[in-house]
């Protein structure tokens, strides 16, 4: 083929195939001949059987021309050479091979589709394709949250590995920086210090050493030396005359110290060594500063460029009044004061109708000239409100300042400021008479109706307030006047109607009533003390705006947050108002009765539990609560009374039964209580009547009555440990000690998982058979009840008991293992970790423990025995805070005001805990439920709880 053989021209695409079923069968492309000019690779890039040493490291591959036939013919021995076809052969296949195909086999390979990008170019991504590559897309995330949780583990996993084998260095050395504490100072001082051994900055240099020459050695002794006597000449002279050359040599170093000394002693002066906090007058320092002159150049400087500048500003601007007040200013800072008023006075000429600028002026002149120039101020502009307040304030009486102020008014009568400042001048009748003519001037300003409606009398006030709403009929303060006017003249049933007919008004002018807003106004009547309008803006109010699913939840909020605020009497209309929509709600009507039994008398709180018991006869908790409260008021026959009537409405209710015996027994009604008891037994009380009654025949000294309540409790409630747990104990208390075994293990057979079953059993275990049948015992409890903190601590009590402290030690180390946040537990490590390391064991406890009360009443005694009284007293009040419940803590707390608190601070600590009624802790409880406690109140018992943990204190000193 010779090489001026035209090229051929392209032949026109393929039409698309047919259908698959009209399509021929597959070719055999494995046996068949390939194309023209194919290049295996070549969509995916490569380039024949290009190789690296062909294009060199790091090269990218050129583009390759477009390989049509007639390129094939040019390039035909370079690239034909590798397929065994001669040059320029051509087998009548390439003029439509690429059409058929229905994609160019020289593109590039495409990264999302592969190698068959062009196949389905031209094809519609129809609805079909779209739910198919959504059915995959969840199928990935569902996948991808199915390993998500392995993959977290293993993540966590490798961390955690990492960290263990990199630890930081604060990690490394933490337990030796704990040790340092117990270092002596001797051990201190023998640390060497460490030496400065790098080499930078460090040149070698020749260094010689001369000896040093006797005149500096003398001179040096000399002055070094210290004159203990007065020189012969000097004495002989009546020691008036010391020679120049026997004069001592001053040392400077006492000197300079000296100096430090004197410099202190007045910064003490000027401050306060107790708080630290500066006594200098602020105003008289600031007074200081200004009668400074200036003598810094660089503020000169400033002050010469400032002047330029404002210069330049007065000059090509003279009717800007900002730059005469400011060139004014600079000149007073500067202390040319004489030129800073001839300045504003050229101001004053230049601006006269700028208020600014008098008041400038006004300001920088003498108290002699200073009414002139106001004067000419004003007469400048009449109709400044700012000139006449000031010209009224250089007047030194009343009566001038009135004068002053009227005919400012007769020049400005629409002026409110003006009016109220002269209206603040006049007495009682001038001021009712300047305010008739105020509201004529200024019909529009609510304040001044408001003020004249007070003056008035209540005819005339009523008057005034009925023209005010005539000029104003959009003003809810109006209204909420009129109806303060009412309650302040007794008109009391006038006070609803007045807020309602001006909410009504308010509505038909276009007015939103914001309930938010009505609310602050009914806090603010209650604290100007109308209590009746108050009531009357909750009560029509309160229900705007909000749905009636919502009513409850929002106006109960609604009096939470006002009783929070300190309006009490806004919460108890709040509360009145939601009761007479919700009767039956006996949530409300608890909260209305705290309200009252924290705020209210005790005759408004019986009040409201009657209402609240004829309203919901059923809620047991109303009628126990008004019984309660009868009986603390000391009325018990009222309180029988009352429980009478509950039981007659709530006939099986054994709330009502114990109540009524928890009265009769407190009373020292015994045989009442008893066959109340009784009463309840035989209707089928539960186990808790049962209980009750073998405490009334222990507290009566009936052992066999005790015996046979209890075992038959037990047949009727085997699992209730409680009534095992009281068996147990009067068997032990009567020496039966294999009997009250006997008895524990019974018990632990139908309650396995009951701690205290378990520590009652082990503690009888030492005291009859010793510490190896208790440790016996109890770790057959920790086997199975696991991670009990309560059973650790009785382990290592036991061991401590007896005497073996490494043990001991041993168990709080697995106890802790086990039960890593166990406060009680930790407060324990504290106690019995070396003084020099409770510190470090205090840290770590609060870390680990999350704030727990035990551990912080335990760091409140370190504080304790430091001497550092504050920060006990307020780790004491933290933990009595957290857990106001663990009489240990108050009794704790009472104990530590007794020797370091006053008398106040004492009775304070005895209100909160009577009020916080504490029922748990291994002292209280010991204590609290001793038969002969069984009917002290809680001071007596607190009191008693100190001498308790007064004892067990100095008894953990003597053995410290």
Not at 160 to 168: D, L, T, W
Not at 343 to 353: A, F, M, N, S, T
Not at 648 to 653: K, T
Not at 953 to 960: H, L, R
């Given at each position: 083929?010779?090489?001026n053989?035209?090229?051929?021209?392209?032949?026109?695409p393929?039409?698309?195939?047919?259908p698959?079923?009209a399509?021929?069968?597959?070719?055999?492309?494995l046996n068949?001949?390939?194309?023209?000019?194919y290049?295996?690779g070549?969509?995916?890039?490569?380039t024949?059987?290009?190789?690296?040493?062909?294009i060199?490291?790091?090269?990218?591959?050129?583009?390759?021309?477009?390989?049509?036939?007639?390129?094939?013919?040019?390039?035909g021995?370079?690239v034909?050479?590798?397929?065994?076809?001669?040059t320029?052969?051509d087998d009548?296949d390439?003029?439509?091979?690429?059409?058929?195909?229905?994609?160019?086999e020289?593109?590039?390979f495409d990264?999302?589709?592969g190698n068959?990008?062009g196949?389905?170019?031209?094809?519609?991504?129809?609805d079909?394709?779209?739910?198919?590559?959504?059915?995959?897309?969840?199928?990935d995330?569902?996948?991808d949250?199915?390993?998500?949780?392995r993959?977290e583990?293993r993540?966590?996993?490798?961390i955690?590995?990492?960290?263990?084998?990199?630890?930081?260095?604060t990690?490394?050395f933490?337990?030796?920086?704990?040790?340092?504490?117990?270092?002596?100072?001797?051990?201190w001082?023998?640390?060497?210090?460490?030496g400065d051994y790098?080499?930078?900055n460090?040149?070698?240099?020749f260094?010689s050493?001369?000896?040093?020459?006797?005149?500096?050695?003398?001179?040096?002794?000399?002055e070094?030396?210290?004159?203990?006597?007065l020189d012969?000449?000097?004495?002989?002279?009546?020691?008036?005359?010391?020679?120049?050359a026997q004069?001592?040599?001053t040392?400077l170093?006492a000197?300079?110290?000296g100096?430090g000394?004197?410099?202190?002693?007045?910064?003490?002066?000027?401050?306060?060594?107790?708080?630290?906090?500066?006594?200098v007058d602020?105003?008289?320092?600031l007074?200081?500063?200004?009668s400074?002159?200036?003598?810094s150049?660089?503020?000169i400087?400033?002050i010469k460029?400032?002047?330029?500048?404002?210069?330049?500003?007065?000059?090509?601007?003279p009717?800007?009044p900002?730059?005469?007040?400011a060139a004014?200013?600079l000149e007073?800072?500067a202390?040319?004061l004489?030129?800073?008023?001839q300045?504003?006075?050229?101001?004053?000429?230049?601006?006269?109708?700028n208020?600014d600028?008098?008041?400038?002026a006004?300001?920088?002149?003498?108290p002699?000239?200073a009414?002139?120039v106001?004067?000419?101020?004003?007469?400048?502009?009449?109709?400044?409100?700012?000139?006449?307040?000031?010209?009224?304030?250089?007047?030194?009486s009343d009566?001038?300042k009135s004068r002053?102020l009227?005919k400012?008014?007769?020049?400005?009568p629409?002026?409110?400021?003006l009016?109220?400042?002269?209206?603040?001048?006049?007495n009682e009748e001038?001021a009712?008479?300047?305010?008739?003519?105020?509201?004529?001037?200024?019909?529009?300003h609510?304040e001044l109706?408001l003020?004249?409606?007070?003056?008035?009398?209540?005819?005339?006030a009523?008057k005034?307030l009925n023209?005010?709403?005539?000029?104003?009929?959009?003003?809810?303060?109006?209204?909420i006047?009129?109806?303060k006017l009412?309650e302040?003249n007794?008109?009391?049933?006038?006070?609803?109607?007045v807020?309602?007919?001006?909410?009504?008004?308010?509505q038909?002018e276009?007015?939103?009533i914001?309930?938010?807003?009505w609310?602050?106004?009914?806090?603010?009547a209650?604290?100007?003390g109308?209590?009746?309008t108050?009531?009357?803006?909750?009560?029509n109010?309160?229900?705007i705006?909000v749905?009636?699913?919502?009513?409850?939840?929002t106006?109960?909020?609604?009096?939470?947050?006002?009783?929070?605020r300190?309006s009490?009497e806004?919460?108890?209309?709040?509360?009145?108002?939601?009761?007479?929509?919700?009767?039956?709600?006996?949530s409300?009507w608890?909260?209305?009765?705290?309200?009252?039994?924290?705020?209210?008398?005790?005759?408004a709180?019986d009040a409201?539990?009657?209402?609240?018991?004829n309203?919901?006869?059923?809620a047991e908790?109303?009628?126990?609560?008004?019984a309660?409260e009868?009986?603390?008021?000391?009325?018990?026959?009222?309180?029988?009374?009352?429980?009478?009537?509950a039981y007659?409405?709530?006939?099986?209710?054994e709330?009502?039964?114990?109540a009524?015996?928890?009265?009769?027994?407190e009373?020292?009604?015994?045989?009442?209580?008893?066959?109340?008891?009784?009463?309840?037994?035989?209707?089928?009380?539960?186990?808790?009547?049962?209980m009750?009654?073998?405490?009334?025949?222990?507290?009566?000294?009936?052992?066999?009555?005790?015996?046979?309540?209890?075992?038959?409790?037990?047949k009727?409630?085997?699992?209730?440990?409680?009534?095992?747990?009281?068996?147990?104990?009067?068997?032990d208390?009567?020496g039966n000690?294999?009997?009250a075994?006997e008895?524990?293990?019974?018990g632990?057979?139908?309650?396995?998982?009951?701690?205290?079953?378990?520590l009652?059993?082990?503690s009888l275990?030492?005291?009859?058979?010793g510490?190896s049948?208790?440790?016996a015992?109890?770790?057959?409890?920790?086997?199975?009840n696991s991670?009990?903190?309560e059973?650790?601590?009785a382990a290592?009590r036991?061991?401590?008991r007896?005497?073996?402290?490494?043990?001991?030690?041993?168990?709080?180390?697995?106890?802790?293992?086990?039960?890593?946040?166990?406060g009680i537990?930790?407060?324990?490590?504290?106690?019995?970790?070396p003084?020099?390391?409770?510190k470090?064991?205090s840290?770590?406890?609060?870390k680990?423990?999350?704030h727990?009360?035990?551990?912080?009443?335990?760091?409140?005694?370190?504080?304790?025995?430091d001497?550092?009284?504050?920060?006990?007293?307020?780790?004491?009040?933290r933990?009595?805070?957290?857990?106001?419940?663990?009489?240990?803590?108050?009794?704790l707390?009472y104990k530590?005001?007794?020797?370091?608190?006053t008398v106040d601070?004492?009775k304070d600590v005895?209100?909160?805990?009577?009020?916080?009624e504490?029922?748990?802790?291994?002292?209280w409880?010991a204590?609290?439920?001793a038969?002969?406690?069984?009917h002290?109140?809680?001071?007596?018992l607190?009191?008693?709880?100190?001498?308790?943990?007064?004892?067990?204190?100095?008894?953990?000193?003597?053995?410290?």
């Open positions: 083929m010779s090489g053989t035209p090229t051929p021209t392209p032949t026109p393929a039409p698309l195939p047919p698959p079923a399509r021929p069968a597959r070719y055999d492309f068949s001949k390939p194309p023209p000019n290049v295996a070549l969509g995916r890039g490569a024949g059987f290009t190789t690296r040493s062909d060199g490291p790091a090269r990218a591959a050129p583009d390759l021309p477009d390989r049509s036939a007639s390129a094939a013919a040019a390039a021995p370079a034909g050479r590798g397929r065994g076809k001669p320029g052969e009548g390439d003029d439509g091979g690429d059409e058929e195909k229905g994609y160019d020289n593109q590039k990264e999302f589709e068959d990008a196949l389905f170019s031209n094809a519609d991504y129809d079909d394709d779209r739910e198919a590559d959504a059915v995959w897309e969840s199928i995330q569902r996948m949250l199915r390993r998500k949780d993959r583990a993540l966590k996993q490798e955690e590995k990492y960290r263990a084998s990199n630890p930081k260095i990690e490394q933490a337990d030796l920086k704990r040790k340092l504490a117990d270092l002596s100072a001797q051990e001082e023998s640390i060497p210090e460490i790098s080499l930078r460090k040149k070698k240099r260094e050493f001369v000896p040093v020459p006797d005149t500096l050695l003398e001179k040096a002794r000399q070094q030396e210290h004159v203990t006597a012969p000449k000097s004495r002989a002279a009546g020691g008036t005359e010391t020679p120049w004069t001592p040599v040392d170093t000197v300079g110290e100096r000394t004197v410099l202190s002693l007045k910064l003490d002066r000027l401050s306060d060594s107790v708080s630290g906090l500066t006594v602020p105003k008289g320092y007074t200081d500063l200004k400074m002159k200036i003598t150049d660089a503020e400087s400033d460029k400032a002047r330029l500048l404002l210069k330049s500003v007065t000059q090509t601007n009717k800007h900002p730059g005469w007040i004014a200013r007073e800072i202390g040319k004489q030129v800073a008023r300045l504003i006075q050229r101001g004053c000429e230049e601006c006269p109708k208020e600028v008098w008041l400038e006004c300001r920088l002149a003498s002699d000239e009414k002139a106001i004067a000419r101020g004003v007469m400048s502009i009449p109709n400044s409100v700012k000139l006449w307040l000031q010209a009224a304030k250089l007047e030194s009566l001038n002053v009227r400012g008014l007769e020049h400005i629409d002026s409110v400021r009016w109220k400042a002269v209206v603040e001048l006049a001038d009712r008479l300047l305010l008739h003519r105020a509201v004529e001037c200024c019909p529009l609510v109706w003020a004249l409606a007070r003056l008035e009398t209540y005819d005339q009523r005034v023209k005010a709403r005539e000029k104003l009929p959009k003003e809810p303060a109006i209204w006047t009129a109806a009412e302040a007794g008109n009391a049933q006038s006070v609803n109607k807020i309602e007919r001006g909410i009504r008004s308010l038909r276009g007015m939103d914001d309930r938010e807003a609310l602050k106004e009914a806090e603010a209650e604290r100007a109308s209590v009746l108050c009531q009357a803006i909750v009560k109010t309160i229900g705006g749905d009636d699913e919502d009513r409850k939840r106006w109960v909020a609604d009096a939470e947050e006002c009783k929070k300190g009490i806004t919460a108890r209309a709040i509360y009145a108002h939601a009761l007479t929509v919700f009767l039956t709600k006996k409300i608890l909260k209305a009765a705290q309200l009252e039994k924290s705020h209210g008398t005790r005759e709180l409201l539990l009657k209402k609240a018991v309203y919901n006869p059923r908790v109303l009628w126990l609560m008004a309660k009868k009986w603390l008021a000391g009325d018990v026959p009222a309180a029988r009374a009352i429980l009478q009537e007659a409405a709530i006939p099986n209710s709330e009502i039964w114990l009524a015996f928890k009265l009769e027994f009373n020292n009604e015994p045989e009442r209580a008893r066959m109340l008891l009784a009463k309840a037994r035989e209707r089928g009380g539960t186990e808790r009547v049962w009750k009654s073998a405490i009334v025949e222990r507290e009566l000294g009936n052992v066999g009555e005790e015996r046979r309540l209890l075992e038959e409790g037990l009727l409630f085997p699992s209730f440990f409680k009534l095992w747990l009281m068996l147990g104990q009067m068997e208390q009567l000690g294999a009997k075994k008895v524990f293990e019974n632990l057979k139908h309650c396995p998982s009951c701690i205290p079953l378990w009652s059993l082990a275990e030492e005291r009859i058979s510490l049948k208790s440790r015992v109890l770790t057959m409890a920790r086997k199975k991670a009990t903190p059973l650790w601590l290592i036991a061991e401590l007896n005497g073996n402290k490494k043990e001991a030690d041993a168990l709080l180390a697995k106890a802790l293992q086990e039960c890593p946040t166990s537990l930790w407060a324990a490590a504290i106690e019995m970790a003084r020099p390391q409770r470090g064991k840290t770590d406890a609060i680990r423990s999350d727990d009360p035990h551990v912080i009443a335990t760091v409140a005694k370190l504080f304790w025995l001497r550092k009284v504050d920060k006990a007293r307020s780790w004491l009040n933990a009595v805070t957290l857990a106001p419940d663990i009489g240990d803590f108050w009794a707390y530590f005001e007794l020797q370091h608190g601070t004492q005895l209100k909160r805990c009577v009020a916080a504490p029922k748990h802790g291994e002292k409880q204590i609290s439920k038969v002969e406690n069984s002290l109140p809680v001071e007596a607190l009191k008693k709880a100190v001498v308790v943990v007064a004892v067990e204190e100095n008894a953990n000193s003597a053995g410290a």
